[in-house]
């Protein structure tokens, strides 16, 4: 078993910036891709970007590029989500996740671990 928990969510102004981390306990995290993913209300999950073990391939939700870095600590089992210049749009709870096995990084199904989520809010 994985435990993942995020932190880090809140409110803030379009253009202004928030940090999410996801600590992991329980099994081995150092091997285990990690990703983001957030789900707004009244839409479903959808993926933001992906880390794999090393942090040499990652992945970004196009929506997402260019503003949005993820991160890996694996001595502190910690993945980070670094967002910038963020949008209304942007709005949603957001998941951490890890998958042990290959398959689609993209694929919020591919995920064998959830966290509780955290909610981040952006005004206009």
Excluded: H
Aim: charged share 20%; hydrophobic share 30%; proline share 2%.
């Amino acid at each position: 078993q994985v435990q993942l928990v995020e932190s880090g969510g809140g409110s803030v102004q379009a253009g202004g910036s928030l940090r999410l981390s996801c600590t992991a306990s329980g099994r081995i995290f150092w091997n285990y891709r990690m990703g983001w993913f957030r789900q707004a209300p009244g839409k479903e999950r959808e993926f933001v970007t992906a880390i794999n073990w090393n942090g040499r391939m990652i992945d970004y939700a196009d929506s997402v590029k260019g503003r949005f870095t993820i991160s890996r600590d694996n001595s502190k089992n910690t993945v980070y989500l670094q967002m910038n210049s963020l949008k209304p749009e942007d709005a949603a709870v957001y998941y951490c996740a890890t998958k042990t096995a290959g398959g689609d990084s993209r694929s919020a199904g591919e995920y064998d671990y959830w966290g509780q989520g955290t909610q981040v809010t952006v005004s206009s």
